[in-house]
Nanobody, 114 residues
Framework: QVQLVESGGGLVQAGGSLRLSCAAS????????MGWYRQAPGKQRELVAA???????NYADSVKGRFTISRDNAKNTVYLQMNSLKPEDTAVYYC????????WGQGTQVTVSS
């Protein structure tokens, strides 16, 4: 079992920045990759960014050049630095850990005002 606790969401004006954190605990040795997904009202959940245990990263086209995913292995924490935020980035952001199964955090709201 893996437990994920997210933090760092909030309200920000367009052009601003936020950093999301996701702290993992439990069977962290089983995690192959971690990522951030988001779900806006009326839309499907979509991948925003992911990082593998080897450090490889990938991003949705809509966030490339603006968002950066990183991790601190000592703290078992993954971060999502979000810069140049746009109103269309407004969504609930979920942390995901891909292990033997898929694990999800509780979600954190990000609201970008125009």
């Amino acid at each position: 079992q893996v437990q994920l606790v997210e933090s760092g969401g909030g309200l920000v004006q367009a052009g601003g920045s936020l950093r999301l954190s996701c702290a993992a605990s439990g069977s962290i040795f089983s995690i192959n990759a971690m990522g951030w997904y988001r779900q806006a009202p009326g839309k499907q959940r979509e991948l925003v960014a992911a990082i593998t245990s080897g450090g490889s990263t990938n991003y949705a086209d809509s966030v490339k050049g603006r968002f950066t995913i990183s991790r601190d292995n000592a703290k078992n924490t993954v971060y999502l630095q979000m810069n140049s935020l746009k109103p269309e980035d407004t969504a609930v952001y979920y942390c995901n850990a891909a292990a033997v199964g898929d694990y999800w955090g509780q979600g954190t709201q990000v609201t970008v005002s125009s």
